[in-house]
């Protein structure tokens, strides 16, 4: 597995991007995929997680930071996944990283533990500013 986050920038408060995450290795389409973020000075946080799939039986489930203003969702014929993020805010500047968990599953609250995830990208950058 070799994970590859990208998509990240320099936006307004207010603006939007998405960002991606390409998976060039071993195929896992049935295994969790996360975003977490690591902003300047704090530590790393969850941000979204997705199962399986988004439908089809499958769930996502999102920090109470970004909810209501992200989507996370994944296309398994690509080996991607994707995080649209919306109304940002200069709080989310970060550095953001995407993350594989080899178990088959919904996602929930558990899915916030970064030691549930064995394999990561390298991080994209995402700059809101004021």
């Known amino acids: 597995v070799q994970l590859q986050a990208f998509g990240g920038g320099l936006v307004q408060t207010g603006g939007s991007l998405r960002l991606s995450c390409a998976n060039s290795g071993r195929t896992f389409s049935s295994a969790i995929m996360g975003w977490f973020r690591r902003a300047p000075g704090k530590e790393r946080e969850f941000v979204a997680a997705?199962?399986?799939?988004?439908?089809?039986?499958?769930?996502?489930y999102y920090a109470d930071s970004v909810k209501g203003r992200s989507t996370i969702s994944r296309d398994n014929a690509k080996n991607a996944v994707y995080l649209q993020m919306n109304s940002l805010k200069p709080d989310d500047t970060a550095v953001y990283y995407c993350?594989?968990?080899?178990?088959?599953?919904?996602?929930?609250?558990?899915?916030?533990?970064?030691?549930?995830?064995?394999?990561w990208g390298q991080g994209t950058l995402v700059t809101v500013s004021s």
């Open positions: 993350a594989l968990d080899q178990a088959f599953g919904r996602v929930g609250p558990w899915s916030r533990s970064a030691l549930k995830y064995e394999h």
């Open positions: 997705v199962s399986w799939s988004s439908s089809n039986g499958g769930n996502t």
